[in-house]
């Protein structure tokens, strides 16, 4: 029994790592200043390491999604990103992965419903020259 809760937890870990992530981020958006690891863990309240926590925070600050200061021996980060601006990057990230970003831009245009289609039009003529 005790093997396959441990097997169980290790598959949680790996499996949830997008999973881990949001609700890293979650609990920063809901803080009222910078966390540093330990209180992220305390406030998450789901048995996890501090290192894997950790891991967590440096990775969505590699990826420019938080920023970090420093606090005693370690950091304390914060979220200079909220969910919509999330959502953005990735939509940058992947298009600067593909090699053909005209097609990439117009196959996403073409799976727009009508409403989003008519809002992106809107911003476009908004935001233009």
């Known amino acids: 029994?005790?093997?396959?809760?441990?097997v169980g937890?290790?598959?949680?870990?790996?499996?949830?790592?997008?999973?881990?992530?949001?609700?890293?981020?979650?609990?920063?958006?809901?803080?009222?200043?910078?966390l540093t690891p330990g209180e992220v863990q305390a406030r998450l309240d789901s048995?996890?390491?501090?290192?894997?926590?950790?891991?967590?925070l440096t990775r969505?600050?590699?990826?420019e999604v938080l920023d970090r200061r420093r606090q005693g021996r370690g950091y304390a980060y914060f979220?200079?990103?909220?969910?919509?601006g999330?959502?953005?990057?990735?939509?940058?990230t992947e298009l600067e992965r593909d090699g053909?970003?005209?097609?990439?831009?117009?196959?996403?245009?073409a799976r727009l419903g009508p409403d989003d289609e008519r809002f992106l039009r809107q911003l476009l003529e908004t935001e233009g020259p």
């Open 1 to 6: 029994m005790e093997s396959d809760e441990s």
């Open 9 to 34: 937890s290790g598959k949680d870990e790996r499996r949830a790592a997008g999973e881990l992530e949001a609700a890293v981020l979650t609990a920063l958006w809901a803080a009222d200043g910078p």
């Open 47 to 56: 048995g996890l390491a501090r290192t894997t926590v950790t891991t967590a």
């Open 60 to 63: 969505l600050y590699d990826k």
């Open 79 to 84: 979220p200079v990103q909220d969910a919509p």
């Open 86 to 92: 999330i959502t953005a990057q990735r939509m940058h």
């Open 100 to 109: 053909d970003r005209e097609t990439a831009l117009a196959r996403f245009v």
